[in-house]
């Protein structure tokens, strides 16, 4: 295909020269161009293979629907599949062509094409299923991922893109003729309206063909930019250009994404791309139609293309890819393209209807006689041929005979499609229209009007009268804007899906979707193989499953299929267009929601200190607590947690507990309002006393645990699990609204308002005296499970006489501001004493030696306060309480639920494992009988061996038995069964 | 996604708030001897129908409060949203659009996209 320039325009300009890379190899083409035209400009039509025979192929169209050029940009991060029909070039772009190996020119992958016929519909549901499974595996599936396929994924990427919110009365989707007039008529009205084009300059089919000689008595280019200028000049008219509407979701809510950098290379670290969220009232959908393609043998030779999409080329790019193409059409669609080429001082080598001399316009019919171009009636492709490109066509002509056409271009047309996709999206019906053998809109399910071709409407009569009446609801000014035509005015076309190939052959191919290589022969194959539903018909030859959702293809294959089913297209139906429209990236989706902003961090006041001292952290929920401090880069994690643990039991250690969830509950009923969320009762509580409390699910389950201290019954502050703060306080403020609305409580929380250290150890006094000289810490003064208030140097603070660790133990609570002044102070006055930080591990481990247990370790949703032996904590004689009524359901009171023990290895040397089950036979015979399970295990320096937390079948009453454990090796280990306490059981250093 | 309109605050984007399932079931007595039928049923059972529904939604990312609606579940429509303490509207105030045999809208199922 030798293609040649025409004249210059306002889109481009011959002396702005760009130079950009193809497969190496450079090339020069103009500001303006896409990387197809400026391909086609270098007389480059093979551009890429097929998805699965690595056939040649070419360029198709001219926009958003192309099915074939699809290219990777090495420049922008080797970024894969990019339309090169949309994609615009710029100084220096790299461009790589796809799904070939060595080379495009000679690709290994193009023997696919000669195995071909076993590579049809079902092909991989049928070879891959069955015993063998490991070929699939091993051999199968790595050999297709490396021969069938798109691009490759890119390198290295790192997109920025950000989000941009839009809340308006009307979005207009598409600047063509319809939406320009839809925005005229919405001029300086007082709705906010948006109109989007996915193209750089709006003006669609003015821009895109010469079908139109005159709006308004202007030459149509003129008219177009004082338009734009009003529509811009309008106050309330807000115009989005490159940006392509790719999603119409319920409530009129759409997604549309903007290139920020048409035309030019992306500049790292700047936003590439905007990911528009669009809330209207009313969408208007001006999208406009997209033209068929037709299947024949070989309908996919490079050099064959849309005949609409070739007088794109010439209109908007002053480029004509050929100088003769051949024209075959079975509509009127297409007569423009002969006027444009006539109008160019070109002509079609022929021009091919299978519609008859009668039928086909008097205009058209006029203008090829006049200047001789050969015409072809009542005729049909039968194939094209040619090695790489296209070569020669066969026609058959009316008589049945058959004629060779040597060409080096062939323009396509099929018919044309309103673009449903949008409407489909938004859940309107669509609706079959015989005569132009085509969807339409039908019923909208959503405030969605359609205009113009996008509506069905292909003729220009009814244009004012169809807009006026469809914009009625706004009340806005009629229009009256006056056309003329350069060709027909009456859309007409013959029904034409597929021509058969001359000659029967297994090689013979006609395609009906070109970028997932389905064939006409796969779909007939899939009917006779009983998948006549059209969505399962879909599924089974992957027919318009590609990244182009088969844009030129999908409703050809429904007339396809409605042919061999004799039935109504209305019948077959059409599989869902599902969003997006056409592919964006992930890195759109994610906008400024990714990298350091994914998920937020949270630290405590204290975190910066933890960070200067060898804190190794662990992340619970948001929230980065130190899980460890390394003395020195040598210390491995078990030594350093057996360090500190060690000194917490002999000397002291000081905990960062900041992030623990602290709500504060007030109201005059906020005692009665205690008494029913946690499970304890809080009645006959002293004021200034803490206690430790469960929180049940209505199931009767434990769902949070916490201290709760009574400043008075008024007044309560609650403590909560690190991750279960939001849950508690959600869970409390439902209640209060929706159960007891009428106690009078407010709850808030006050997690970040207030740090927390827990210092404890037998030395925790003498520091804590130490620190704060005023206080009188003894037992008498400050027992334990009591609070106080205090001031130092001018800081309230608040101080818990309570242990996590089975040590003395005190938590003090200081506004996060002043925290970590304190936080030093109690380090240099601890020194002497041994302080030490410690972190979650240890912390875990010394509770677990104390047989406290953590909610969500311990307890998974299905574990009652009976089932852990905490029912002393149940407030018995309460009338109600959150779960209370659940703790005597016939499931809660059964004897062999699982319960909480503690677990020892026999033989003290073993070691046990976290998540193994125990079980009551040495030998692991299945089926096993499950017992339950290790919640939690350590290795504790104190008792010098391993020891558990478990919850196992009627656990409590096989106390003092042996049973197993099993271990990750298979084997088995034998175990004791005890009480889940393994430190001072009578809880003589809590109250010392 | 879905405007929610809080009754509280006005139409909001569905991001600020969370489900909370079947409204008007009222929680038992906790001072009254409860069966253990009733209050299984309260604890573990709920309507789900297709087509008109009480429901409750929270404004967790808003102004915290409760608040009942009406919503189609088989369209996603919330037809109106109402306080706690208002009364619940008569379902037969609001045209169900569930018409088809099979349960499905005549317009907006997503189960097809061709007239019948
Ligand atoms: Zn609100």
């Known amino acids: 295909m030798k293609s040649i320039n025409l004249k210059e325009n306002q889109f481009i300009q011959f002396h702005q020269k760009i130079s950009f890379k193809f497969d190496g190899v450079k090339y020069f083409g103009y500001k303006g161009d896409t990387i197809a035209s400026a391909l086609l400009r270098n007389n480059i039509n093979l551009v890429g293979r097929s998805f699965k025979y690595h056939r040649p192929r070419g360029i198709y169209t001219c926009g958003i629907e192309e099915p074939n050029a699809l290219v990777q940009i090495i420049s922008e991060y080797s970024e894969p599949n990019t339309r090169a029909t949309i994609k615009k070039i710029y100084e220096g772009m790299e461009i790589e062509s796809q799904n070939r190996w060595p080379s495009l020119e000679n690709d290994f992958g193009s023997i696919n094409n000669l195995f071909s016929p076993i590579f049809t519909a079902g092909f991989y549901y049928k070879t891959f299923m069955g015993p063998h499974k490991k070929f699939w595996k091993n051999l199968y599936e790595p050999l297709i991922r490396r021969a069938a396929g798109l691009g490759k994924p890119p390198k290295d990427f790192k997109g920025v893109s950000n989000h941009i919110h839009h809340n308006v009365d009307v979005t207009i989707i598409g600047g063509g003729l319809n939406g320009l007039l839809a925005a005229k008529s919405l001029i300086n009205s007082n709705y906010d309206v948006l109109l989007i084009d996915y193209e750089e300059q709006l003006g669609g089919i003015i821009n895109n063909s010469n079908k139109i000689s005159l709006i308004d008595n202007k030459e149509p280019k003129d008219w177009l930019k004082e338009t734009i200028q009003e529509i811009e000049d309008s106050k309330n008219i807000k115009i989005l250009k490159n940006t392509l509407v790719t999603t119409y979701n319920y409530v009129n809510h759409l997604i549309a994404i903007e290139d920020r950098f048409v035309g030019s290379k992306p500049i790292e670290g700047k936003v590439n791309s905007t990911l528009h969220k669009i809330r209207t009232g009313h969408t208007i959908l001006c999208n406009g139609h997209i033209e068929r393609f037709l299947s024949f043998q070989n309908n996919d030779l490079p050099g064959i293309m849309l005949s609409s999409s070739f007088e794109k080329y010439m209109c908007r790019y002053g480029l004509a890819p050929s100088k003769e193409p051949v024209i075959f059409s079975n509509n009127s669609n297409s007569n423009s393209l002969v006027y444009s080429l006539i109008k160019a001082g070109l002509k079609p080598k022929a021009y091919i209807d299978s519609r008859s001399g009668e039928e086909i316009e008097p205009n058209l019919f006029d203008l090829i006689r006049k200047n001789d171009v050969p015409l072809y009636t009542n005729s049909q492709i039968k194939g094209a041929f040619g090695n790489k490109k296209i070569e020669k066509i066969l026609v058959e002509d009316s008589s049945g005979a058959l004629n060779e056409i040597k060409c080096d271009c062939l323009c396509l047309s099929g018919g044309i499609n309103p673009d449903v996709h949008l409407f489909t999206q938004s859940k309107g019906l669509l609706d079959w229209d015989e005569k132009d053998l085509t969807y339409k809109p039908s019923k909208p399910f959503q405030p969605t009007i359609t205009l113009g071709s996008a509506s069905g409407q292909f003729n220009f009569d009814n244009l004012n009268s169809d807009i006026n009446e469809k914009l009625k609801t706004f009340k806005v000014k009629k229009l009256d804007v006056k056309l003329e035509l350069n060709t027909n005015t009456k859309y007409h076309i013959e029904k034409l899906w597929e021509v058969s190939p001359q000659k029967k052959s297994l090689w013979a191919k006609s395609f009906i979707d070109l970028q997932n290589d389905v064939t006409t022969k796969d779909i007939r194959q899939a009917i006779t193989e009983g998948f006549d539903r059209i969505e399962h018909l879909k599924r089974y030859t992957t027919n318009s499953m590609g990244t182009d959702q088969g844009k030129i293809s999908s409703i050809n294959a429904l007339g396809i299929v409605s042919d061999l089913l004799d039935k109504k297209v209305n019948e077959v139906g059409t599989t869902i267009y599902r969003p997006p429209y056409a592919p964006l990236s992930f890195s759109a989706i994610a906008g400024r929601n990714c990298y350091e902003f994914y998920d937020p961090e949270r630290k405590s006041p204290i975190h910066s200190w933890h960070l200067k001292n060898g804190a190794i952290f662990e992340d619970v929920g948001q929230w980065k607590r130190p899980w460890y401090f390394q003395i020195n880069k040598d210390e491995s994690m078990h030594d350093a947690v057996q360090r500190e643990s060690k000194n917490v039991r002999e000397n002291a250690g000081i905990l960062d507990g900041s992030t623990l969830g602290k709500i504060e509950i007030k109201g005059e009923d906020a005692l009665e309002f205690m008494n029913l969320i946690y499970t304890n009762s809080f009645t006959k509580m002293r004021q200034g006393s803490a206690r430790y409390a469960l929180m049940l699910g209505e199931d009767g389950m434990v769902k949070d645990d916490g201290i709760i201290c009574k400043i008075s019954d008024q007044h309560f502050i609650a403590t909560t699990t690190t991750g279960g703060a939001a849950t508690v306080l959600g869970c409390m403020e439902e209640y209060a609204q929706t159960e007891w609305p009428n106690l009078k409580v407010f709850m808030n929380s006050i997690t970040e308002q207030y740090a927390t250290f827990n210092i404890s150890g037998p030395k925790a006094r003498e520091i804590m005296k130490k620190a704060f000289p005023n206080i009188n810490f003894s037992n008498e003064e400050f027992p334990f499970m009591t609070f106080q208030f205090h001031e130092f140097n001018g800081i309230p603070i608040r101080i818990l006489r309570a242990s996590f660790t089975g040590e003395l133990g005190y938590e003090i609570y200081i506004p996060s501001n002043s925290a970590p002044k304190i936080w030093d102070n109690i380090q240099s006055f601890g020194k002497e004493f041994g302080l030490a930080p410690y972190g979650t591990e240890a912390m875990h481990l010394l509770r677990a030696e104390k047989g406290y247990i953590i909610v969500g370790q311990d307890t998974d949703g299905s574990i009652t306060p009976i089932d852990l032996g905490l029912s002393w904590m149940i407030g018995k004689s309460k009338k109600d309480f959150l779960g209370k009524r659940s703790l005597t359901r016939s499931d809660t009171i059964r004897e062999d639920r699982k319960q909480l023990v503690g677990i020892i290895p026999s033989n003290k040397a073993d070691k046990l494992e976290e998540g193994q089950h125990i079980i009551l036979d040495k030998e692991i015979k299945s089926p096993v009988p499950m017992l339950g399970h290790i919640t939690s295990c350590y290795y504790s320096s104190t008792l010098g061996h391993d020891f558990a937390l478990a919850v196992i079948k009627n656990g409590h009453s096989m106390i003092g038995t042996k049973a197993y454990a099993s271990t990750s090796s298979m084997s088995t280990t034998g175990v004791d069964i005890v009480k889940p306490v393994f430190y001072d059981e009578d809880n003589k250093r809590l109250v010392s | ?116």
């Open chain 2, 1 to 116: 996604m879905l405007i929610i309109n809080c009754p509280y605050c006005g139409p909001r984007d569905q991001s600020e708030f969370s489900n909370g399932g079947e409204a008007h079931v009222k929680r038992p007595d906790g001072s009254k001897e409860i069966g253990d039928r009733e209050w299984g049923e309260y604890v573990f059972i709920r309507a789900n129908p297709k087509g008109l529904f009480y429901e409750r939604w929270v404004h967790t990312h808003g102004c915290r409060k409760w608040f009942n609606c009406v919503r189609d579940t088989s369209t996603d429509e919330i037809l109106v949203t109402y306080k706690l303490d208002e009364k619940k509207p008569n379902l037969n105030n609001f045209k169900s659009v569930v018409k088809t045999p099979s349960g499905e809208p005549e317009v907006g199922s997503g189960n097809f996209t061709v007239e019948k």
